[in-house]
Protein backbone atom coordinates (compact mmCIF):
# COMPACT_ATOMS: atom_id res chain seq x y z
CA UNK A 1 0.00 0.00 0.00
CA UNK A 2 1.27 3.40 -1.07
CA UNK A 3 0.19 7.07 -0.11
CA UNK A 4 2.10 9.53 -2.45
CA UNK A 5 1.12 13.57 -0.94
CA UNK A 6 2.11 16.30 -3.01
CA UNK A 7 1.31 19.72 -3.94
CA UNK A 8 2.88 21.47 -0.77
CA UNK A 9 4.91 24.67 -0.92
CA UNK A 10 5.46 28.17 0.25
CA UNK A 11 2.22 30.77 -0.06
CA UNK A 12 0.82 34.58 1.20
CA UNK A 13 -1.30 34.69 3.66
CA UNK A 14 -4.81 34.53 1.54
CA UNK A 15 -3.37 31.91 -0.67
CA UNK A 16 -4.96 29.12 -2.02
CA UNK A 17 -3.19 25.43 -2.53
CA UNK A 18 -4.20 21.90 -3.64
CA UNK A 19 -2.73 18.90 -2.12
CA UNK A 20 -2.92 15.74 -3.87
CA UNK A 21 -3.03 12.16 -2.84
CA UNK A 22 -2.41 9.16 -5.02
CA UNK A 23 -3.59 6.29 -3.85
CA UNK A 24 -2.25 2.15 -4.63
CA UNK A 25 -2.37 -0.81 -3.55
CA UNK A 26 -5.48 -0.98 -1.68
CA UNK A 27 -9.54 -1.65 -2.79
CA UNK A 28 -9.95 2.46 -2.28
CA UNK A 29 -13.60 2.62 -2.74
CA UNK A 30 -13.75 0.62 0.80
CA UNK A 31 -11.84 2.82 2.40
CA UNK A 32 -11.80 6.78 4.10
CA UNK A 33 -9.09 9.09 3.08
CA UNK A 34 -8.08 11.53 5.73
CA UNK A 35 -5.82 14.42 5.96
CA UNK A 36 -3.82 15.25 8.74
CA UNK A 37 -1.09 18.09 9.58
CA UNK A 38 1.31 18.20 12.00
CA UNK A 39 2.95 21.89 12.91
CA UNK A 40 6.36 21.45 14.65
CA UNK A 41 6.19 20.81 18.74
CA UNK A 42 2.60 19.86 18.10
CA UNK A 43 0.39 16.89 17.67
CA UNK A 44 -0.91 15.29 14.88
CA UNK A 45 -4.36 17.17 14.38
CA UNK A 46 -7.42 15.97 11.82
CA UNK A 47 -8.17 18.40 9.02
CA UNK A 48 -10.76 16.62 7.37
CA UNK A 49 -11.45 13.28 5.64
CA UNK A 50 -13.79 11.77 2.75
CA UNK A 51 -15.66 8.36 3.17
CA UNK A 52 -14.79 7.06 -0.78
CA UNK A 53 -17.54 5.16 -1.48
CA UNK A 54 -20.13 7.93 -0.96
CA UNK A 55 -18.40 11.44 -1.08
CA UNK A 56 -19.19 12.49 2.34
CA UNK A 57 -16.91 14.12 3.94
CA UNK A 58 -16.04 15.93 7.16
CA UNK A 59 -13.91 19.05 8.27
CA UNK A 60 -12.35 20.44 11.38
CA UNK A 61 -13.62 23.40 12.46
CA UNK A 62 -10.58 25.35 11.85
CA UNK A 63 -10.44 24.86 7.96
CA UNK A 64 -14.38 24.85 7.78
CA UNK A 65 -15.76 26.57 5.19
CA UNK A 66 -11.82 27.30 3.88
CA UNK A 67 -10.94 23.45 2.98
CA UNK A 68 -12.65 21.17 0.71
CA UNK A 69 -11.57 17.70 -0.32
CA UNK A 70 -12.51 15.44 -3.48
CA UNK A 71 -11.87 12.51 -5.02
CA UNK A 72 -11.06 10.80 -8.55
CA UNK A 73 -12.42 7.77 -8.97
CA UNK A 74 -10.26 7.29 -12.05
CA UNK A 75 -7.14 8.46 -10.81
CA UNK A 76 -7.19 6.78 -7.18
CA UNK A 77 -6.22 10.41 -6.01
CA UNK A 78 -7.56 12.82 -3.09
CA UNK A 79 -7.75 16.25 -3.05
CA UNK A 80 -7.06 19.11 -0.38
CA UNK A 81 -7.94 22.31 -1.59
CA UNK A 82 -6.84 25.11 0.74
CA UNK A 83 -8.18 28.45 0.02
CA UNK A 84 -7.82 31.72 2.66
CA UNK A 85 -4.33 30.02 3.55
CA UNK A 86 -3.84 31.83 7.39
CA UNK A 87 0.09 31.56 8.86
CA UNK A 88 -0.94 29.00 11.12
CA UNK A 89 -2.09 26.56 8.26
CA UNK A 90 1.74 25.98 8.10
CA UNK A 91 2.52 22.45 9.13
CA UNK A 92 3.38 18.97 7.28
CA UNK A 93 0.12 17.72 5.53
CA UNK A 94 -0.21 13.96 5.61
CA UNK A 95 -3.08 11.80 3.95
CA UNK A 96 -3.88 8.74 5.75
CA UNK A 97 -6.80 5.64 5.01
CA UNK A 98 -8.69 3.42 7.08
CA UNK A 99 -11.53 0.82 6.37
CA UNK A 100 -14.69 2.33 5.62
CA UNK A 101 -15.63 5.15 7.65
CA UNK A 102 -14.39 8.66 8.70
CA UNK A 103 -12.42 9.02 12.13
CA UNK A 104 -10.70 11.90 13.67
CA UNK A 105 -8.21 10.37 15.60
CA UNK A 106 -4.67 9.31 13.60
CA UNK A 107 -4.69 6.61 15.50
CA UNK A 108 -7.50 4.80 13.87
CA UNK A 109 -5.93 5.15 10.70
CA UNK A 110 -4.00 2.10 9.41
CA UNK A 111 -1.82 3.56 5.91
CA UNK A 112 -0.10 7.03 5.97
CA UNK A 113 1.30 8.54 3.39
CA UNK A 114 4.92 10.70 3.80
CA UNK A 115 3.58 14.01 3.99
CA UNK A 116 4.12 17.43 2.50
CA UNK A 117 5.20 20.72 3.28
CA UNK A 118 2.99 23.54 3.43
CA UNK A 119 3.92 27.07 4.73
CA UNK A 120 1.85 30.55 5.11
CA UNK A 121 3.36 33.25 5.33
CA UNK A 122 1.95 36.68 6.93
Known amino acids: VQLQASGGGLVQAGGSLRLSCVVS????????LGWFRQAPGKERDFVGA????????DYADSVKGRFTISRDNAKNTVYLQMNSLKPEDTAVYHC????????????????WGQGTQVTVSS
Open 50 to 57: IRWSTGST
Open 96 to 111: AARPWSIATAPKQYIY
Open 25 to 32: GLTISTYA
